[in-house]
């Protein structure tokens, strides 16, 4: 009887066996290292507070101030509701607002040298980033319950069922999950946490009042509805407006994402991520490197 020796190399599944055992292990590492920071990033939170406060506090603020400021001089389309339609609108504002907080986060990291520090370890790159934008995910659900507390305090309420509410939710997390993946693009292209925050204010906020999360759109200029019925803010509140209930004049309008804002929601998402996800990568691993 003869017997035969085989190399590694030529064991069954031969080298492809190694190679997919070597990305599984791969993967196994980079999604340990990518909960370890996220894990890290609450935690510090926990000893600073007063960082929630663009999810705790602000929301409140906005609320308020257009539910009994402004709210008074805004008529709706075909009547309703003018706090149904605020709140909803403001879930499309507060999930934009992730983008900046990853931004000002990523700068600040990247600014006292922590990022150096991960960079000596023999770490997953890309779990750096999806460390934090998990981090800032989760901050953003604290967001949502802040939200909906407020709004159930001003009279706002939830007409369409459990199921719809809760598929309202979950679109509202992937899209804050896809603005944190531009924030986190952002962050790595700006050299300071001012500059982040800046960012903020020339172009997230600008955004979101080019929508129609606190006005409808059928009152702007023909040009300018056309650009806001096609912003993903307008999207993302218009979806809460159809699956929570309540006055929705943004269904009357013939634009694609106006008629189907829970497919404009999820492709928006799906698109944001699949371009930012991949540049903020590559832009941390060439800044690692330099």
């Avoid at 700068?107 to 998990?134: C, E, H, K, N, Q």
Wanted: aromatic share 10%; net charge positive.
């Amino acid at each position: 009887m003869t017997a035969v020796t085989l190399s590694p190399g030529s064991s069954p599944g031969g080298s492809h066996g190694l190679a997919a055992e070597s990305a599984l292990t791969r993967l196994w590492w980079a999604v340990k290292d990518t909960w370890v920071l996220a894990v890290r990033s609450i935690r510090r939170i926990a000893r600073e507070p007063e960082q929630l406060s663009d999810v705790t506090i602000q929301p409140v603020i906005f609320v308020l101030l257009f539910s009994y400021v402004f709210g008074s001089a805004i008529h709706l389309p075909g009547g309703g509701s003018y706090h149904q339609y605020l709140i909803s609108g403001m879930f499309g504002m507060a999930m934009a607002g992730s983008a900046p907080g990853t931004a000002v986060g990523l700068t600040s990291d990247m600014s006292t040298g922590l990022i150096d520090r991960f960079r000596a370890l023999p770490m997953s790159r890309a779990a750096v980033l999806a460390g934090r934008t998990l981090a800032d995910l989760a901050t953003q659900v604290l967001g949502i319950v802040v939200l909906i507390g407020t709004g159930l305090a001003i009279g706002w309420r939830i007409h369409n069922g459990i199921g719809d509410a809760l598929l309202a939710v979950g679109l509202s997390v992937l899209f804050a999950f896809a603005m944190t993946w531009a924030g986190a693009c952002a962050g790595m292209l700006l050299r300071s946490p001012e500059a982040a925050q800046q960012l903020g204010f020339i172009v997230f906020l600008p955004l979101t009042f080019l929508s129609n999360a606190f006005v409808p759109t059928q009152g702007m200029p023909s040009w300018l509805q056309a650009i806001a019925d096609w912003n993903p803010m307008s999207a993302i509140a218009a979806s809460c407006r159809s699956l929570f209930g309540g006055a929705n004049p943004a269904a009357t309008i013939q634009a694609w994402p106006m008629q189907h804002p829970e497919l404009a929601v999820l492709a928006w998402s799906v698109a944001l991520i699949a371009v930012f996800a991949p540049t903020a990568i590559y832009l941390y691993r060439r800044k690692v490197l330099r």
